[in-house]
């Protein structure tokens, strides 16, 4: 009887915290909403055993909200709130694949999500040790967006035990520093995710970003070997056209130019993403 009335409780509280939240969220267009959720104990209690279908509902809730603001292309996420809801759906089911696979492909487009995006993955490889997507994954965010490349080691090993069969695994950290830092892990990586991507739209933004990271890999070798043959950095990447290292300078498929940073760090003006190239003047 106490567990009951307790029940009841707590439906009225969720009800009456979530009916103005759900007013403010109606007023925004369709395509930027994304409904409140309770804190998962919450959840859990209310529903029983059905957490796991509404871990599921959560995340699709997720998908749906992103995919609308990707086709209005002028709205920027509340990263937050996504977040919360993608934590909310792992902490109701932690076994969830879909949750940290999204987690993975939309988080990694803000930066001050970083952080919270390896502690959400790395709850889920707790519960998964199997899976050597989340490592992979893991090594990936450590390597590229935190710069801690013994983590980025650490969960690259985890990957190769668990898929002994792809060798390239093993080597991959190797291959990394080789050929002029993160940016070959990182094209490495979204080759990796494309095929495995559920959602055109997802997909379509790792295939755009597959390519810039392919060109500036291909300016990296030939900054590389200019080094090498001229004991010198080049100044400007004109410099490897006309010693013959590139046949042209590469297009950045975002619409920005490509060129070299005071320290020598292939750059681009649109800072790879749509609608943020600028198109004056750059200092070498």
């Given amino acids: 009887m106490k567990r009951v009335v307790l029940l009841l409780v707590l439906v009225v509280l969720v009800v009456g915290a979530s009916v103005p939240l759900t007013r403010v969220r109606d007023a925004k267009p369709a395509e930027a909403r994304l409904g409140y959720f309770p804190p998962a104990p919450v959840i859990k209690a209310l529903i029983a055993d059905q957490y796991q279908f509404m871990s599921q509902v959560i995340t699709l809730e997720c998908l749906f909200y992103f995919g609308g603001l990707l086709e209005e292309k002028r709205q920027v996420p509340e990263w937050q709130r996504l977040y919360q809801a993608l934590l909310t759906s792992t902490r109701l089911d932690p076994y ?26 790395e709850y889920g490889f707790a519960h998964r040790p199997w899976d050597w997507y989340l490592p992979f ?38 291959r990394y520093f080789y050929e002029g830092g993160s940016t070959a892990l990182a094209l490495a ?79 681009t003006t649109s800072k790879l993403a749509h609608g943020v190239a600028s198109h004056g003047t750059h200092k070498n």
């Fill in 137 to 174: 994954f893991l090594s990936f965010d450590y390597a590229f967006f935190l710069k801690d490349y013994n983590k980025a080691g650490e969960y690259l090993a985890k990957v190769a035990q668990l898929k002994p069969e792809i060798k390239w695994y093993a080597t991959l950290a190797a």
């Fill in 189 to 267: 990586y979204l080759q990796e995710m494309i095929p495995t991507a559920r959602n055109e739209a997802i997909k379509e933004r790792m295939i755009t970003r597959a390519e810039a990271f392919e060109r500036i890999l291909r300016i990296e070798k030939a900054v590389l070997a200019y080094t090498n043959r001229f004991q010198t950095e080049p100044r400007k990447i004109e410099d490897l056209v006309e010693a013959g290292l590139l046949e042209r300078i590469p297009q950045d498929p975002y619409g920005g130019y490509f060129y070299l940073d005071k320290q020598g760090k292939v750059r």
């Fill in 96 to 121: 969830n694949m879909d949750a940290y696979y999204f987690a993975q492909a939309v988080l990694t487009s803000e930066p001050r999500m970083i952080p919270r995006l390896v502690e959400l993955l």
